[in-house]
Structures are given as C-alpha cells and as structure tokens.
C-alpha cells in the first residue's frame, strides 16, 4: 500500500516517541491495581496538555494515581487539600519578609510543580477555586510584581466528592468547562479488590523508579499537536457536538427537553485534542472515529447542562452523551 | 233622651259611610268601540277606592250580551293615589263573532255590603266583507309534494344529522387508526413503493460504484467513502445493526456477534481497515487493495444475502421430522 509522506513520517514519529506508553502503563498498574480507565485518561490529558476533574468516592486510588505517575516521570507532585479557609495565596504563593535580607520575598506555592493534586476542589470558596482555574488556563502566576510561569508538563487533578454536598461550593459551569476531562470513576471489581487488600496487608509495594524525564513527556506532547486530525473527523466532532446543542436537528427530540445547554466550543477543541492524545496512546499519527468515541464521555460530561425534568428523572449526562453518539452518524 | 242619642249615632254612621263612597269611583271605558267580527277589544275599568277596602269586581250574572265573549284579562295595576287611596286598572279582552251593537253592562264593586256600578259602555261590532255569491271558487287541487331524499328519513335522523356524522367521523377515525397503529390493514389509497430488498439494493450501488471509476481518476477517498457507505447501509437493513452510527471496531464486534456474518467477518475486517486509512489518514491504497476491497464487499454481501423461502420451507420440515423422530 502506498501512502503520503506526512502520515508515513508521523506514524513513525509516533511510534518512536509513544515508546514510553507500555512503560508507564506497566508502571502504573504495579502500584495501582484496576483503574485502568483513571491511567489511561490521565495519560490522555498529560499529552493534551490538559487537566482531570476526578469524581469517585474516597479511597479509590486518585491521589496514588496522580503520585505514582509523577514519580515515574520524576516530576514534581504537591498536593493541596481544598478546604473553606483556604486562601489564593495558599495556592500560587505569597511575598514573605526576609529579616536577613530585609526585603520581601517570593514565596511559591504547592502550585509550582509538574502535576498538582488538588483535593476536593469544591470544599475550597470561589476565590480560590478561580485562582487555581486561572492558573491551570494561563500556566503563569503573578506574585506581588513577579510573573512566573509554571512547570512543564503540568497537570492538575482535581478531584470531587460526590456523596457529601454540605458545605461545598459547587464549581461554575464556565470553570468545570476549563478541565479537559471529567472521569468518574467506580469501585473495583471483587478480583481486583482481592489483591488489593493481598498488596496492602503484605507491606509489599513495588517501589517506583523514574522512567522517564519531563522532557520527554514534552516532546510527546508536540508529536500529539501533529497528529493527522481529517476533515471528516472534524465534521464528526462538531456533529456530535451540535447534537447536544440542537439534538432535534439529529433526530433526538426527546433530548430537547432535558439538556439545558448544549456543550460549547471548547468542547469540540477538547474533544479533537483528546482525540489525538487517545490516538497517540494508541500509536497511531493519525485520529479515527473511535478515537472520539473513546473520549467522548470524558470530554462531554461536564459541559452539558441538564434540565430539572432530567435530575428529577435521574437521567445523566452520560446517558444524554451515549444517545448522541449511537445517532450521529459515523464519518 | 234616649231616642234622641240613638237618632244621632244613626246620623253620624251614615255621614260616615257617605265619607267612604265619595272616595270610591268606578270608571269603564273601551280602547275602541268599533270592531270587526273575530277581533278583540280591550274593556278598562279603573277602580278608586280606600287602601284597605277589601272589594270584589265584576259583571252580574246574566247580564253580558251572549254575543260578545270574554276571553280573559290581562294586565292589572295598582296605583297609589296618597291620602289612602289607591286606583286599581284591570283591563278584560272581550271578543265578538256576530256584528251589531251591544251595551255592555256595568260593572259592579262591592265592599262590605256596599256597591257601586260604573257607566255602561256600547259595542259596534262591524260584519267582516265576503266575496259576493256569483264569485264561485272551485276546489282547489291535491298538490303534488316534491319529496326530498331525507323525507324518508326519521325524524330523529334529520333532526340530529350532523351530531351523527361528528360520531361517525370519530369512529370511524377511531378503528382507522387502531388498525392502522396495529399494522392490520395498509391503506390501499396510499401508494407506496416496495422497498428495495438490501441485497440487491447493496448490488446495484456496487455495480454503479464501479461504473464510477473513483480509482482510476486517483479519487481514492470517495471510493472507500462509498463503498463502506454500501456495506453499512446494507448490514443495516439486512440485520438490524445500525452500522451507520458506528465505528468500524464496533461493526467487526456486531457481526462477529451475528451467526449469520461471522464467518465473513474476516472480508469486512479487511475492507474497514484499508478504508480507515484511506479516509482517515490520507494514504492512497495500491490498485490492487481497491480491487481486493471491492471483490470482499461483493463476497461479504453474496454469503450473508437471504437465503430463497423454500429453503427456508424445507429446513423448517426437516426441523420439523427431526423432532418428530425425536419425540417417537
């Protein structure tokens, strides 16, 4: 079969340069037992340069995850844990007085490191909620006179707890829609429970070793911006898209009554830049429809709004998201 | 001295009573005094008389003209006059079949013993003019009825006629759309076209995919583009699996799921992933992948098409004598 150079050289430039993939992977599933959807997704977002709303009830491995995956980078990894008297400046940092110097210093804050855990996000009050979501869009923070910009890769995994709502202060839509990813993730299976309850009563953990530098996780993420994304794809992207804007247009009137707000154009970049992300993982230089598909939950969830006829009837994005996609046509 | 008390006391009554009659007046009159034979007229009779006088009004017996009728009375009113005097109006139809004049009589009021009578009234009652005796009039003809078609209806047809029709429309539309909902009866003034059966649908597009030339004309993507197009639309309609809204992964899953398509899964596994690359990720197929592509969708459509009814017949009966024997 022949071929045009560009995909011949992109596929071989993925190939070379998605190397690490099967490393981390492995890595990852040493320590962290099942959540493959978690590893994977926030794969896809380390190489789309985006960032990960968690939501899962505790102790289902979120903070190991994230850990494990900067150590196998050896990247920095902090962790802030959100609560109400959390303030910016606790995040991005503060200018303190040095008595030796006798000036005022720079003071960074956990935020400067390669992949930050923020915990339980909406326990924390909108000011700083913002402060965080600026930082994640601008990669840059300002302290005092001083701009700094903040590490690369950089990944932020916020996480939610969707049992306790009291005292929170829920995420605004038009700050959710800046996560690249919402994943929610569920409870392991009872093999997988089993060695996991085997792994931590025997003290025996693999320890982890780096098997990657930072860098590299940069230059994958260059790669990713190359991958062949065809005009059909596109077309397919925006279809799925505008079904949740318009679904009547796409045979789905009975959808109409129960989305409020369709996703928004930057649901559509995150769904392409996922999508090459997801097609990188896979080794491949160039996106497919299944690509979409895969990522489409993920990328979707969040940025649907629902109607109160949809809550009272227990219907869900996910479910508004499946039905678009089983009726948009396939490029 | 005696007498002379009971002398004035008769007095004093009588003054008394003659108090009383000078306020009571009794008045008729008619609203015309000329009538034409059959016609009515109108005798008022207008009373004056204290307010709390208990009185009676009428003719007396006997006294009104057997020629003239009274037919009733109509509206009677009461009219408050002060000093404690009212007038009462009644008004009686009177009514007459035989011309002449007749003096009606008075009416009489009576109260606690004591009457009165009013004016008496004359009434002309003039003959009706006839044809003259020479103008003879033959008995008219039986006239012939033009009947209409709904003469012959009931009445109670004609008189509700369009409530009928609204119930009958409603039934009628009722059974019309149970039947039809239930896929009992196809409309027959409705033309509809048989669809085409999907395999020979999928046959005729791959032999106008052909005529097309999309390869030799280096429109590689368009040729896969089309051909997969045929191949989703026909597993469609053929099973059931809506392949147009799926990926090729999921198509491959389906039909390996399917009896029927999984032992020709291999052919369209093959067609998916050469058309993926050509459509997805720019690459141009060898002629020779085009003309594979083209003969697995081809075999992948003869192995999967209906089988013909009688085989279909007989495998039921073979099915059938199996489990007979079974059962023996």
Not at chain 2, 104 to 133: C, I, Q, R
Not at chain 2, 209 to 236: A, P, S, V
Request: with cysteine; net charge negative; charged share 25%.
């Amino acid at each position: 079969m022949g071929e045009s150079v560009n995909i011949r050289q992109l596929n071989e430039l993925v190939a070379s340069k998605s190397d690490f993939i099967t490393m981390i992977t492995r890595g990852m599933d040493q320590t962290i037992v099942g959540q493959k959807h978690l590893v994977e997704s926030l794969l896809v977002a380390l190489l789309a340069n985006g960032h990960v709303l968690l939501e899962g009830v505790p102790g289902l491995a979120k903070t190991l995850a994230i850990k494990t995956l900067a150590q196998l980078i050896d990247a920095r990894y902090s962790r802030i844990q959100f609560t109400p008297d959390l303030l910016p400046a606790d995040v991005i940092g503060t200018m303190v007085y040095s008595v030796q110097k006798e000036q005022f210093q720079v003071k960074r804050g956990p935020i400067f490191a390669n992949f930050v855990l923020a915990d339980e996000i909406n326990r924390a009050p909108a000011k700083v909620q913002s402060a965080l979501l600026e930082a994640m869009q601008e990669r840059q923070v300002t302290i005092g006179d001083h701009t700094f910009g903040l590490d690369e890769p950089f990944l932020v995994m916020a996480t939610q707890n969707p049992i306790e709502q009291e005292g929170t202060y829920p995420l605004p839509e038009a700050q959710v829609d800046r996560f690249l990813l919402k994943v929610i993730i569920g409870y392991p299976t009872r093999e997988e429970e089993k060695v996991i309850v085997r792994q931590n009563i025997s003290n025996h953990r693999a320890k982890v070793m780096p098997i990657l530098r930072p860098s590299e996780i940069i230059d994958a993420q260059k790669v990713v911006e190359q991958i062949y994304l065809d005009e059909k794809i596109e077309r397919y992207i925006v279809d799925i898209v505008f079904a949740t804007r318009f679904p009547a247009e796409y045979g789905l009137q009975d959808l109409s009554g129960i989305i409020s707000f369709g996703a928004s154009p930057r649901a559509s970049i995150s769904l392409a830049k996922a999508a090459r992300a997801y097609a990188f993982l896979h080794q491949r230089g160039y996106v497919i429809p299944e690509d979409v598909r895969a990522v489409a939950h993920d990328v979707m969830r969040h940025r649907i709004g629902l109607t109160y006829e949809a809550e009272a009837n227990n219907i869900t994005a996910d479910e508004i998201i499946s039905d678009i996609l089983n009726k948009v046509e396939v490029p | 001295m005696k007498s002379i008390r009971y002398i004035l006391s008769a007095i004093m009554i009588a003054a008394a009573s003659s108090g009383m009659c000078a306020k009571t007046s009794v008045v008729a009159k008619l609203d015309s005094s000329y009538i034409t034979m059959g016609n009515v007229t109108c005798l008022t009779v207008e009373i004056v008389e204290p307010d709390n006088a208990n009185s009676q009004v009428g003719f007396l017996p006997g006294t009104m003209p057997s020629e003239v009728e009274i037919v009733g009375e109509a509206s009677s009113d009461t009219v408050d006059l002060g000093n404690d005097i009212r007038q009462i109006t009644r008004r009686i139809i009177l009514q007459s079949f035989d011309s002449g004049a007749y003096t009606l009589p008075p009416v009489f009021w009576e109260n606690a013993g004591d009457t009165m009578s009013s004016n008496m009234v004359t009434l002309k009652v003039n003959p009706v003019d006839v044809s003259h005796l020479e103008d003879i009039h033959p008995n008219a003809d039986v006239m012939k009825i033009k009947s209409k078609w709904y003469d012959f209806l009931p009445d109670w047809i004609v008189d509700y006629w369009q409530w009928l029709l609204l119930t009958l429309v409603i039934v009628i539309g009722g059974v019309c759309a149970i039947l039809i909902y239930t896929k009992r009866v196809k409309l027959p003034f409705i033309p509809t076209k048989k669809p085409e059966p999907p395999y020979e649908m999928a046959c005729r597009r791959l032999k106008v995919l052909r005529e097309q030339h999309f390869c030799e004309k280096g429109q590689e993507r368009e040729y896969y583009t089309e051909l997969t197009d045929i191949l989703r639309e026909y597993i469609d309609k053929r099973f059931g699996i809506n392949a147009m809204e799926m990926t090729s992964r999921q198509i491959l899953e389906h039909l390996r799921a399917n009896e029927t398509t999984r032992p020709s899964e291999s052919l369209m596994r093959q067609i998916l992933e050469v058309a993926d690359f050509v459509k997805f990720a720019k690459m141009r197929p060898m002629p020779e992948d085009n003309v594979k592509s083209f003969n697995s969708a081809s075999k992948f459509i003869e192995d999967t098409k209906p089988q013909p009814e009688e085989d279909d017949d007989s495998l039921k009966d073979e099915a059938v004598e199996s489990s007979n024997s079974h059962e023996q």
